[in-house]
């Protein structure tokens, strides 16, 4: 047979690693991506990447990095393909050392690891506090040696609108769009990779790049893609309100020893360094004694939430706690947590070497995404997914520094599955007509959104989408909220049709992209309400006061949302649980003492069980 | 106190042959906004002073927190990131221009396509043997790391090209940031297997002795990347090896 052919959509971690590995098979691979791949959202991973290497003595092991996994995502993962992945880490982390990553180095110039978010194990490989840019360079630079060989071909500022589907239901290719000419071309291929990143955009404002919209895993789900966990999405408790985007403030600060806090007196008006220690509440360190400031991520959003939105006790009675890091050492700060520190006071205008930063919480990540199997292939044969665009990995919440750690290794059990998938089949080449069509129905849509000249403006309703979504389906949820926002979701999707598109350009036009996109936002958007509707319990970052509890006997199960015309229609499959029997999440035990988890921390000396900077060098 | 609104002109460019055109926007201050979000407001209202409606404008942004390198413009004469150019800094009037050393794409858009190009010219990847498990890596002191780290943060924004008076129309230099990662690679234990490929495509015509040495470059670079260093010691590199070669080293 003819050399394999693959698409890889999403030039991120995922994609990336996925091309090399297909390259390095000698395969060759149409990399879309719409920003130059060295550009992609990746770039903005800050704090780590997890592997149990256990470099300081603490008895870390991969399976207790497999059991914090599983606990902290609240047991909704599958287990099987999060065992793989954890075991997978340390090779992970010493293959990416290989490429150059500049990590950062203990004295002796081994690999330096920190202490990250539900976990109390130094297990956080980090370069500075731009990990993720540091990672998706070198992954950008073996793609491009295989780019040099002319085994990669890439296009870039080009758009995948959705998977080509044979009458089999079988993917044959993606339709892609060139954003610039704006020119729609089929493209076959044996099989194909959505590597597309988050959805967050769907709320306007987070944490998110500006291309992170899922459209291209909308348009999956609407040709008949299944949708997992949707109702997941991460708030995470730390970003730097603005007005165009919410910048994440890392995780890493607090895992350098950054401390929350609010002051006692309500309405405090002296600046943070003048009101002392006494005076501060450092709630997470009160409440979560041996886990402190670095409780996972849901917790310690709700918290903020509470203490802010419910309590009022915001600095200032504003939306905003403080995120402490003026007691450490300047220079620690510079080598480890520099490159954040660089974000605040640019985008600020304030050292938070010398004064505390406020932060508050914002919408970082999806834990839901397209189905997979465990080779992680979509409900569409031939249609697979890897990265956050797809639900396997994280359960109901997920652990910091474990989202590098998914893209990657999901990109390698995607690329092995997708070469097998590919010489297992004998297929005749994807039929001319079939090509043809898909390309002229995107055409069709493209001209008509042209045309479209209704008085609402896409941006606006963009706008007003996110507003609305941020407020009802993101930390805490209430039915009443979440079916009044399913109702305005469709009638959102009914002024879609009376959009006035801005611009008539055939050039780079991208309020047409837009417009586009806002429709599968849309459709997004519902899937995720309806979700979070639909599940009557409490579950990681999945929380309504109403049904306060995990609820196992009905809710220990994966929602799967299947399109139809009227919106989504929900099913539960069970959660194979296989390896560890799930537990009640609790991270309130006191420090030292012995936690829900059976995993030998114990043994650990009170100094690293210390979620808080006491006793730390 | 600062005027309610600020006076954002943009210079337009429908296609790369198309003339360029200014139109001015008046848009509402808020705390803390950015050019980022001036542009934002635009396309939710793209009407100039005049009254006149036009097209929303056409720009590139992706991470909007200066770590993708993709919203660099040209903001009141100065090469920078539009994300991080807050506007309570950038006085009553913004002009917003293209870069002027890459061709326009539309409006604020450039193609910067021949930097990537140009990352295969100096081989920039480390050669690994192949990406199936084969441990840990070479171990690195901390010191080495902090040299390499800081000039890994090139973003291939552009800035330093766009302030580079030998990058123009009539040569063909690399520019700094090639140079600089070149040096990234050619001081990476394993890099430094494949170091003379890479001081052989800086002596090519193009290369680094096209360097004026205006040292504009490591002013304008937003990430502080020493590239003054970098092309200093690039230039010893490429000296010594092309003794080597003379000596048939």
Known sequence: MAKPRFIVVGGGLAGLMATVRLAEAGAEIDLISFVPVKRSHSVCAQGGINGAVNIKGEGDSPQIHFDDTVYGGDFLANQPPVKGMCHAAPGIIYLLDRMGVPFNRTSEGLLDFRRFGGTLYNRTAFAGA????????ALDEQVRRHEAAGLVTKYEFWECLGPIVDDRGECR???????????????????VLLATGGCGVIFGKSTLSTTCTGTAVSTAYQQGAAYSNGEFIQVHPTAIPGSDKLRLMSESARGEGGRVWVPRKEGDSRAPRGIPEAERWY?????????????????ATREIFDVCVSQKKGVGGERAVYLDLTHLPRTTLDKKLGGILEI????????????????????HYSMGGLWVDFDQM?????????GECEYQYHGANRLGANSLLSCIYGGQVAAAAMAKF??????????AALLEAESRRWTELQDKILRMDGPENPFTLWWEM???????????????????????????MERWWRIGVPDQGRRANQSVIFTRQLWNMLEL????????????????????????ERDDANFLKTTRAVWSPEGPVLSYEPVDTSLIPPRKRVYTSPAGAGGSQETGKDALPSRQSQGTPAGRS | MPSPAVRVRVRRQDAPDAPPRWEDFSVRREPGMNVIYCLMQIQRSPVTVEGKRTTPVAWEAHCLEEVCGACTMVINGRVRQSCSALVDHLGDTIELTPMTKFPVVRDLIVDRSRMFDDLIKIRGWIPIQGTYDLGPGPRVPPADQEVAYRLSTCMTCGCCLEVCPNVNARSDFIGPAAISLARLYNTHPTGQASAGERLEALMEPGGISECGNAQNCVRACPKGIPLTDSIGAMGRSVTLHAFKKLLGG
């Open chain 1, 344 to 363: 605040y006071e640019k985008f600020v205008g304030v050292d938070p070497r010398d004064e505390p930063m406020k932060v508050f919480p914002a919408v």
């Open chain 1, 173 to 191: 290719g993606v339709v892609a769009l060139d954003q610039t000419r704006m020119t729609v071309q089929a493209m076959a291929a044996d099989a």
């Open chain 1, 283 to 299: 709630f997470l360190e009160e409440k979560y004694p041996r886990y402190g400031n670095l409780v996972p991520r849901d917790i």
């Open chain 1, 466 to 492: 996110g507003e609305m979504m941020t407020e009802n389906v993101t930390v805490v949820r209430d039915n009443k909220k979440l079916q009044a926002t399913d109702d305005r979701l469709r009638q959102m």
């Open chain 1, 130 to 137: 731009t990990t993720g840019q540091q990672i998706l360079y």
């Open chain 1, 378 to 386: 979509s409900s569409i044969p031939g249609l697979f997914a890897a």
């Open chain 1, 525 to 548: 958007a519902r899937v995720i309400t309806v979700g979070a509707l639909r599940r009557n319990e409490s579950r990681g970052a999945h929380y309504k006061p109403e049904f306060p």
């Open chain 1, 422 to 431: 590919a010489l297992g089949k004998e297929r005749p080449a994807a039929p």
